[in-house]
């Protein structure tokens, strides 16, 4: 939120520079991002009237200006053309330094001379607005400096406000909040305006059919209203705070919502069918053009504004086309408000649409001012606008919200700060924090939370308004503490980080993400087919709705990023946990994921293959080397099909009988979402699985003293046979003698036939008792030769 001082400084008295008070809001918890003076620069400017004005012969786009600078007439060429002969503008003479320090010099433009410019308003550092020159008042002066004109130059504060703080979004919030900090007098104005005619109820019907997300409305009617430019003080504030001036009437509502913090929304009274305004939610299937031109599909989650026969605003987000202030409007219908926050936030991200209103709506507005802040509009109206108010005003209000006492105890307050404060003390905080006090006593006191601040629930919310405006600089810093507990299980924390070491010991980078994404992001990697996606009720936004059921679409993301930055070589780990929906209840569960790009260092990276083959191998060797230094049962395969993964290039992992992952290389069309040329292996596996042995004691055998014996097996079996198959038909009822089993070389080619491979193993045969012979190890070899025969149908090739 951005804060003039001179707007702050009409509601509040305070002796103190733009620095002081920004440091002071900075240490009572509103930090003040940036200090910014509008105008500055604009010192050599000055007023400037048209005194006459043609089109350049040599551009069409062009104009030669008559300037009258209070003294002389300049001639000036200029490429806008929204002013006219009289009118008042910002003109920089020959010698003038712009903000952006140009210095303004004579030339000719096409053979005319120039001597000055007309300058827009972001020529000059005051607005982005580049659509014509600066227009000043009437009654401006030629010849006087443009900041006597604009009221000098503009401190502006740039304030970061925090969800909590509904009340601190309004120049009136926080003059309260200066107020407090030193201790002086809040100034509210009181609007003051004559009532005419008929009541408002002859004019306008309103019907409110959803009472809980609409809990007050109010109507106004103002006729007669001249449409025009505001006063330049009024269009100067709201550009100093980001909003683009548009005509008096919009420009008022947006004026007050800056001041108060309400937003309020004026409708073309002509326009709305059969003068009757409906709060309900959409229709199924029902449409509406925004504010903005975009046709946008409503659901009945939403709740709008509705004439007799169509929505003609999304509630607390933004009015409708259609039924907005136009040129033509005489008759004005003002709106002011207040919707559920939830459900504005809810509407806000299924649109899309992020507005001024829905930033203050969903952090609720206080329901009490809301016809304060339509009768604030309507006073402005009828000065600047030459507005007639119709007599009263209609207020559908169910009561205001209920907020319940706060007992704070005054030991409890001295403990938790450290801070010995007075019981007078304490009151006087919160009499200058506009807190009501229900009660005291000697050891309690009891607060009734005020209406603008929906943040005060407990105890503590109200010691920390104690401690910010005492000053939290006053409070003593304490020794951090830590508690040895003697017999806590950490095993799994430990486990955890053995883990975690053991990965970046294997040459991976570790990487962080939220634990919500969008559902788009999800479904590249597969739909939600069975439900099991747990989705926010009130995500932040969009891109972090859903609850993230795997690690995959994060880690592929990371990947993709590093691609994107000319990084092809990564290879990275996550432990995180996911979350899905399982025999009707909301599941989580820990898990590991990896992901291998390119030829990442230490993973086989100087060996030049960036096959399929060398990217599921390094990724398989990376599992089982990590498994292996876990203490974890040896990893068993299974081929199946997944989405994310290329056909033929993804298995099932298991340990022991438990299936505890998947390991494949990425889709071709996924990966070249990112652009991503070399294959990409990613695997996902169960923590648990993992972790759990690490601990268990490890038992040792004697150094062998005996010499090995090596055989080579080479074999050939058909496709859909796997090397965990072969290991275990050979581990099957194997002698103790074999020690190793080791695949070097898998072979295809047409001599072998079609669906068929041949795989060579080395296997390693050691006695721990004798040398073995060369005619026991061959008995022993021909027996698992015999039994691979047997049950996989294998040709074993002779030598």
């Known amino acids: ?62 104009r030669l200006c008559r300037v009258f600078d209070g003294e002389n007439e300049l001639p000036v060429v200029c490429g806008a053309d929204n002013f006219d002969v009289g009118d008042k503008v910002a003109l920089a003479p020959v010698g003038a330094t712009l903000p952006g320090g140009m210095t303004i010099k004579e030339a000719k433009l096409r053979g005319e001379s120039s001597q000055g410019m007309l300058c827009a308003e972001d020529e000059l550092g005051l607005s982005v607005d580049h ?71 002859a004019w306008i019907q309103v019907e409110v059919q959803d009472a809980v997300d609409c809990p007050r409305y109010t109507a106004r009617v103002v006729t007669e209203a001249e449409l025009k430019p505001s006063p330049i003080w009024m269009r100067r504030r709201l550009t ?42 959409a229709a199924e299937g029902e449409r509406m053009a925004t504010l903005d031109n975009e046709e946008r599909a409503l659901t009945p989650e939403m709740l709008v504004i509705a004439d007799a026969e169509r929505p003609v605003a999304v509630a607390g987000i933004m009015g409708g086309a259609g039924s907005e202030i136009s040129d033509t409007t005489q008759t004005v219908l003002l709106e002011s408000a207040t919707f559920d926050p939830a459900l504005t936030h809810r509407t806000s991200v299924a649109l899309g649409l992020s507005t001024e209103s829905s930033h203050r709506f969903e952090r609720t507005v206080n329901r009490e001012t809301v016809e304060w802040a339509s009768r604030r509009a309507a006073s402005l109206m009828a000065e600047y606008c030459g507005a007639t108010v119709a007599t009263g005003v209609i207020d559908v209000y169910g009561g205001p919200a209920e907020q319940e006492p706060i007992r704070c105890r005054l030991a409890r307050l001295e403990a938790l700060l450290g801070v ?134 994060q880690m592929v993301e990371s990947l993709g990023r590093n691609a994107t930055h000319q990084e092809r070589d990564a290879a990275c780990f996550e432990i995180g946990r996911v979350f899905y929906r399982a025999e009707g209840a909301i599941q989580e569960e820990d898990r590991l994921s990896i992901g291998l790009m390119g030829q990442p260092e230490g993973q086989g990276g100087s060996s030049g293959d960036t096959s399929p083959d060398a990217a599921f191998l390094r990724m398989k060797g990376l599992l089982e080397e990590l498994l292996r230094v876990q203490n974890a049962p040896a990893l068993e395969l299974q081929p199946i099909a997944h989405p994310a993964f290329e056909p033929g290039w993804c298995v099932a992992l298991s340990l022991g009988s438990e299936k505890v992952g998947v390991l494949g290389l990425l889709a071709a069309g996924i990966r070249h979402q990112w652009r991503i040329q070399s294959p990409v292996a990613i695997a996902e596996l169960k923590l648990d699985g993992i972790i759990a042995q690490i601990h268990d004691a490890k038992s040792f055998t004697t150094i062998p003293v005996y010499p090995s014996m090596d055989r080579d097996l080479a074999l050939i079996v058909d496709e859909s046979v796997c090397h965990g198959e072969i290991v275990r038909v050979i ?46 190890t061959n008995r022993l070899h021909a027996e698992i030769m015999d039994r691979l025969r047997r049950e996989l149908k294998a040709e074993i090739r002779e030598r």
């Open 131 to 201: 659509a014509g020159i600066m227009l000043l008042p009437e009654d401006a002066v030629a010849g006087s400096p443009l900041l006597d004109v604009m009221g000098g130059v503009e401190t502006v504060l740039e304030l970061e406000v925090t969800w909590n703080r509904p009340d601190c979004l309004s120049v009136i919030g926080m003059a309260r909040e200066v107020a407090a900090l030193y201790g002086v007098e809040l100034k509210v104005p009181e609007p003051e305006f004559d009532e005419k005619g008929k009541p408002v109820e």
């Open 731 to 776: 581990e099957k009822g194997a002698p103790r003698e074999l020690t190793g089993v080791d695949l070097f070389d898998i072979f295809r080619s047409e001599d072998i036939g079609e669906a068929r491979k041949s795989m060579a193993y080395s296997l390693t045969y050691r006695s721990a008792e004798r040398t073995l012979t060369d005619e026991e």
């Open 420 to 553: 010995s404060l007075s019981r007078d003390d304490i009151l006087d905080i919160l009499e200058k924090l506009q807190i009501p006090v229900a009660a005291a006593d000697e050891g309690a006191i009891t607060v009734a939370p005020p209406s603008f601040r929906p943040d005060l629930k407990i105890e503590a919310d109200i010691f920390e308004e104690i401690a910010r405006v005492h000053g939290l600089d006053e409070v003593p810093a304490a020794d951090p503490m830590g508690r040895v507990v003697v017999d806590a299980d950490d095993a799994r924390p430990r486990a955890v980080a053995a883990c975690r070491e053991h990965l970046v010991g294997l040459g991976l980078a570790e990487t962080m993400n939220y634990s919500f994404l969008s559902e788009q992001a999800l479904d590249r990697f597969g739909k939600d087919v069975d439900g099991r996606r747990v989705a926010l009720l009130d995500p932040v936004s969009a891109d972090h709705g859903i609850m993230r059921d795997s690690l995959i679409a």
């Open 240 to 281: 100093c705070c980001g909003v683009r001036p548009i005509n008096n009437v919009v420009d008022i509502t947006n004026y007050v919502m800056l001041e108060c913090g309400h937003p309020l929304h004026a409708f073309d009274f002509a326009l709305l069918k059969e003068c009757r305004i409906i709060v309900r939610r």
């Open 1 to 62: 939120m951005k804060l003039p001082l001179s707007w702050l400084r009409e509601y509040v008295d305070v002796d103190a520079s733009a620095e002081e008070i920004a440091e002071r809001l900075t240490f009572s918890g509103t930090e003040v991002e940036g200090i910014e003076h509008v105008g500055a620069g604009c010192e050599d400017i000055i007023v400037g009237e048209i005194r006459a004005w043609e089109k350049h012969p040599k551009a069409d786009r062009l």
